[in-house]
């Protein structure tokens, strides 16, 4: 079966939207396998998203997402990879339809709430 990785951000967690965002993954259909509270630490970070390492806003990405607890959890399901993408909704919260994570729940790209895998071999990667 196939498995995907979500993280609530730090904003997500501050913000009280834990139980929120557990509930439409919960409400799919899909299955919590795995969820825990952690601080990520910084070299963490940047290996999570090494593919980014070359953009301007790199650095401000790795102090968001260690700027406090994350929940780190691991949900699986048929078509897990692509469908929590579609909960998610787009990178940009402003651009990500309503009915969305993103589109209902916040307004900056770098303060977006989740994050989810973008390919069953990354969600094998990142779970580990
Ligand atoms: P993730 O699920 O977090 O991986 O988001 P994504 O797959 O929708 O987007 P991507 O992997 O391209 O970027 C990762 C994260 O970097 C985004 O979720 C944002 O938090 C942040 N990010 C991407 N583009 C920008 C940008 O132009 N400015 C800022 N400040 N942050 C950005
Ligand atoms: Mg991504």
């Known amino acids: 079966v196939e498995e995907t990785y979500i993280m609530i951000k730090p904003d997500g967690v501050q913000r009280g939207l834990v139980g929120e965002v557990i509930s439409r993954f919960e409400k799919k259909g899909f299955k919590l396998t795995g969820l825990k509270l952690f601080h990520c630490p910084k070299d963490l970070a940047e290996e999570h998203y090494k593919d980014l390492k070359s953009k301007s806003f790199f650095p401000k990405l790795i102090d968001y997402i260690t700027s406090g607890p994350v929940v780190c959890m691991s949900w699986e399901g048929i078509g897990v990879v692509a469908s929590a993408r579609k909960l998610i909704g787009?990178?940009?919260?402003?651009?990500?339809?309503?009915?969305?994570?993103?589109?209902?729940?916040?307004?900056?790209?770098?303060?977006?709430?989740?994050?989810?895998?973008?390919?069953?071999?990354?969600?094998?990667?990142?779970?580990?």
């Open 90 to 128: 787009a990178t940009n919260p402003l651009q990500a339809e309503p009915g969305t994570i993103r589109g209902d729940l916040a307004v900056q790209t770098g303060r977006n709430v989740v994050h989810g895998s973008d390919s069953p071999e990354n969600g094998k990667r990142e779970i580990g």
